[in-house]
């Protein structure tokens, strides 16, 4: 993996008080949610980049494990958040890259088999008009259908993903 | 490979022989797999051939564009295999995939195909080959069509979805 501009924290692993605030300041600030979704929010909070020059939030990552009807297999859905001011600096390509090494890692070593890879719906209009490749060869996700709200749906297995190893007991997504 | 699973597969050129044409004619015919009138459509889609430890024609391969419902209406070659119920194991039904899968993305079709696609409705499949990507071949597990068939999927380099103007 390529070494990031970006200071990457792992907030799942190590909860830094001043990075959960200022996740919680991203997501009312930029994107409005209210307190009720930050909350949820902050429960699938995964990775934290932050802008060594400025020590400014750059973008946020989440994961929960859910299954997406039409897989039927459990996931780890991803969404990903960056900063207005961010978004010419790849900080999305870099939050994916550790939030997928971070669950594959786990999922190698039998410390989390739950989910069988990462699942993304893509609700940023901008990404799935102009990154229309099938495969995305940075993350290594592929397109693998659109769903009711018109989001593009992208998935990557992790290694050694099996089909017939998981817990069919996970929640379905809407 | 031992000789029960001996299993040679052949490429066909874009215009078989016509000797070729009728042995491939007469296997579909017995095999149950050749409606009236579909035979040439059928031969202009035939790319693999199966012969068994004799020679003989045990199966055959073929692949055409089709938009795919479960994938927005994606451009995809629908890979399709028929092997005889003596031939017919998921082991020989992977290595057909497979070589279906080296065949097409060694020389992709040259209009707007985004990949590869098979449709799995047979459940020793998935029983055989449970991994969520495929090892041999790289096709990976995509959901499962309306019809209840599992789909699997690979794309060609640089394929870019295609839309029409909207998303």
Known sequence: MKRSSFALYNLRETPEPDLLAGARSLWQEEVGLDEERIRRRLEQLL?????????????????????????????????????????????????????????????????????????AEIENQGLNRYHTEAHWPITGLS??????????????YFEGARLDEFDPGERRLP | MSVENALSIETVSAFPASALREEVGRFWMREGGLAEGQLERRLARLRLLARGPDG?????????????????????????????????????AMRLIEAGWRQLSSSPPDDDTLGMLVRVTDARLPAAFPQAVWPGSGLLHAGRAPDGALLRLRYFENRRLQWGGDA
């Open chain 1, 143 to 156: 397109f693998v259908g659109i769903n009711e709200r018109g989001d593009f749906c992208r998935l990557r």
């Open chain 2, 56 to 92: 003989e024609l045990v199966g055959t391969c073929g692949s055409h564009g089709a938009a795919i419902p479960a994938l927005a209406n994606q451009p995809m070659q629908l890979f399709r295999y028929l092997l005889t119920e003596a031939f017919d194991t998921p082991d020989r």
């Open chain 1, 47 to 119: 990775i934290v980049a932050v802008d060594p020059e400025t020590s400014a939030i750059a973008g946020v990552s989440t994961s929960f494990l859910a299954t997406p009807p039409r897989l039927e297999v459990p996931m780890w859905n991803y969404r990903t958040f960056v900063a207005g001011d961010q978004r010419q600096r790849n900080a999305a390509f870099d939050l994916f890259l550790a939030s997928f090494d971070w669950h594959q890692q786990r999922f190698a070593s039998g410390r989390d088999t739950r989910g069988l890879g990462l699942y």
